[in-house]
């Protein structure tokens, strides 16, 4: 199947997905939360990899539904904690609910989470969920991270790589390595596919950095400068803070401190700063080595380059979003 195939038998799936238990008032958000869209990435990436090696992608659909469902809960809770008003054009839970309600439907997507990714073969079990569990504990580790950054201006490049690889990275290469894995594949092949998600993940946030601030709204599909308003530690930033000479970096703080900057002016004068130090080269540069990275991972998986075609083609298109 293609990639927008299984996109398809993935959406029917979810929509079909039941919701029988009690109180209803828990299970409304998590409904909800679940129908509001997506790009659904994770578990096509999972049936890409599943079916380099098998014929029935469907029949891994409820590990699928694991992956979207925890990473959809990861997204309801980073709303909460950013006081974040909108997802996906509609209004986020604890804004539709209460702070309340978002923290106990999200905490009951986790315990769905494992639950759905728990009804596979016996003899996949172990694996299955030492991939899983590990990831889930990364992501919390990224995200602590992500936190901490907030209070820090000294923060290195390969600390931000760090923290993207388990926040963002991981979950990818955890769709591509449990695919393997329900599909037999070998142990090298789903190691490979692993580092190709990691990889991966690793080019395609450096990418929305880049994107924030040099990317077309139209096409981005968001206002751009967003992560330059609210002082976000990105990869542009950090290179920048480091990068700078005294004037440049004097002048960063200026706008990074500044208490109500006009956000056009803010926006203009970081975005040139960028400039002159030069950091969107660096970005493109950074983007191009990981990307280049996943493909030699990818080229060591041992099936035929047609039956990888597919998964080519759809790493392709999440990389040209575009600029």
Same mark, same amino acid.
């Given at each position: 199947?293609?990639?927008?195939?299984?996109?398809?038998?993935?959406?029917?799936?979810? $929509?079909?997905?039941?919701? !029988?238990?009690?109180?209803?008032?828990?299970?409304?958000?998590?409904?909800?939360?679940?129908?509001? #869209? #997506?790009?659904?990435?994770?578990?096509?990436?999972?049936?890409?990899?599943?079916?380099?090696?098998? =014929?029935?992608? $469907?029949?891994?659909?409820?590990?699928?539904?694991?992956?979207?469902?925890?990473?959809?809960?990861?997204?309801?809770?980073?709303?909460?904690?950013?006081?974040?008003?909108?997802?996906?054009?509609?209004?986020?839970?604890?804004?539709?609910? =209460?702070? !309340?309600?978002?923290?106990?439907?999200? %905490?009951?997507?986790?315990?769905?989470?494992?639950?759905?990714?728990?009804?596979?073969?016996?003899?996949?079990?172990?694996?299955?969920?030492?991939?899983?569990?590990?990831?889930?504990?990364?992501?919390? /580790?990224?995200?602590?991270?992500?936190?901490?950054?907030?209070?820090?201006?000294?923060?290195?490049?390969? $600390?931000?790589?760090?923290?993207?690889?388990?926040?963002?990275?991981?979950?990818?290469?955890?769709?591509?390595?449990? *695919?393997?894995?329900?599909? =037999?594949?070998?142990?090298?092949?789903?190691? !490979?596919?692993?580092?190709? #998600?990691?990889?991966?993940?690793?080019?395609?946030?450096?990418?929305?950095?880049?994107?924030?601030?040099?990317?077309?709204?139209?096409?981005? *599909?968001?206002?751009?400068? *967003?992560?330059?308003?609210?002082?976000?530690?990105?990869?542009?930033?950090?290179?920048?803070?480091?990068?700078?000479?005294?004037?440049?970096?004097? $002048?960063?703080?200026?706008?990074? /401190?500044?208490? !109500?900057?006009?956000?056009?002016?803010?926006?203009?004068?970081?975005?040139?700063?960028?400039?002159?130090? *030069?950091?969107?080269?660096?970005?493109?540069?950074?983007? /191009?080595?990981?990307?280049?990275?996943?493909?030699?991972?990818?080229?060591?998986?041992?099936?035929?380059?047609?039956?990888?075609?597919?998964?080519?083609?759809?790493? %392709?298109?999440?990389?040209?979003?575009?600029?």
């Amino acid at each position: 199947m293609t990639a927008k195939e299984l996109l398809s038998l993935f959406n029917h799936y979810l $929509e079909q997905v039941p919701y !029988n238990r009690q109180p209803q008032s828990l299970y409304e958000p998590v409904k909800y939360v679940l129908s509001l #869209g #997506g790009k659904r990435i994770r578990p096509v990436l999972m049936m890409l990899a599943y079916q380099m090696y098998k =014929d029935n992608p $469907e029949s891994i659909l409820p590990q699928a539904c694991a992956l979207e469902t925890f990473h959809n809960f990861t997204l309801l809770h980073d709303d909460l904690m950013d006081n974040a008003n909108m997802r996906r054009g509609h209004d986020t839970v604890h804004v539709k609910w =209460d702070a !309340n309600t978002a923290i106990l439907s999200g %905490d009951t997507m986790l315990a769905m989470a494992f639950h759905r990714m728990m009804q596979c073969d016996s003899s996949k079990l172990k694996p299955v969920m030492n991939v899983f569990s590990e990831t889930v504990l990364e992501i919390d /580790e990224g995200q602590q991270m992500d936190m901490d950054f907030e209070k820090r201006n000294d923060v290195r490049e390969e $600390e931000y790589i760090e923290m993207i690889r388990q926040k963002t990275s991981v979950l990818l290469a955890c769709a591509l390595k449990i *695919g393997a894995i329900m599909a =037999d594949a070998s142990l090298e092949d789903a190691e !490979n596919l692993y580092q190709f #998600g990691v990889k991966m993940g690793l080019a395609f946030q450096l990418q929305d950095d880049y994107l924030d601030v040099y990317g077309d709204p139209k096409v981005f *599909g968001k206002a751009i400068g *967003g992560d330059i308003l609210c002082n976000k530690k990105t990869y542009m930033l950090i290179n920048a803070m480091n990068m700078a000479d005294e004037a440049q970096r004097k $002048e960063l703080m200026q706008w990074i /401190e500044a208490p !109500n900057p006009d956000p056009q002016k803010k926006i203009a004068a970081v975005t040139r700063l960028y400039n002159v130090i *030069g950091v969107d080269k660096l970005a493109l540069q950074r983007i /191009e080595h990981y990307f280049d990275e996943s493909r030699r991972f990818l080229a060591l998986v041992s099936v035929d380059e047609k039956t990888k075609q597919p998964l080519y083609d759809y790493t %392709d298109q999440m990389m040209h979003r575009e600029k």
